[in-house]
């Protein structure tokens, strides 16, 4: 930050070269604290929070994280486990998924009659899929058969593409990667 120890002494002293020298030699002590409570601040938010903070959130919700696992699905996996709520009701299990895996990516139904949850999850949120699997578990009723499907591209939505624009691509990455409109 450009915060100068200078800046808050009176405008009579500033000039003198021993303030100069005293605020200049603090000035990187200052700095390092001024950081350092920026980091603990940013810590205690979820969205900000760094390695040491997500890791104290990990270790009082009981989540052991993976080795190869980013910030990014660190976050994730905690906010799972946030917002889980019981009692567990259809409208807001979609307000969880909405919040997890993001507008749109998913869909979560039941069928009438039967105690069957069918939950697809799109390409955009298929880094998620264990995680949204342990949720179901978590808060979906034990009396209901919970079916979880990753949903891939299909004809209809790759029929936007040229053959030019998919021949970059193989099988595989048409089927499940995300593409872009114009790629």
């Not at 200078?6 to 200049?24: C, K, N, S, T």
């Not at 998924?97 to 949850?117: M, P, R, W």
């Not at 949120?125 to 979880?148: G, Y």
Request: charged share 25%; net charge negative; proline share 4%.
């Amino acid at each position: 930050m450009e915060r100068k120890l200078i800046d808050y002494l009176p405008y009579v002293i500033r000039d003198y070269a021993e303030f100069q020298g005293i605020m200049g030699s603090e000035q990187p002590e200052i700095e390092k604290a001024w950081n350092t409570t920026d980091d603990l601040l940013d810590n205690q938010f979820i969205p900000t929070a760094g390695n040491m903070g997500l890791s104290r959130w990990e270790k009082i919700l009981g989540i052991i994280p993976k080795g190869t696992d980013s910030l990014e699905d660190r976050r994730f996996r905690i906010l799972t486990r946030i917002n889980e709520e019981l009692p567990y009701t259809l409208p807001q299990l979609r307000n969880i998924l909405e919040t997890l895996c993001g507008k749109g990516n998913y869909s979560a139904d039941v069928e009438e009659g039967t105690y069957q949850l069918l939950v697809k999850i799109g390409l955009a949120a298929k880094n998620n899929f264990n995680d949204v699997e342990s949720l179901l578990n978590r808060v979906v009723p034990q009396n209901m058969v919970v079916t979880l499907l990753q949903l891939y591209n299909t004809h209809a939505e790759l029929g936007r593409f040229t053959h030019a624009q998919l021949a970059a691509y193989t099988h595989n990455q048409l089927r499940n990667e995300v593409l872009k409109n114009g790629e």
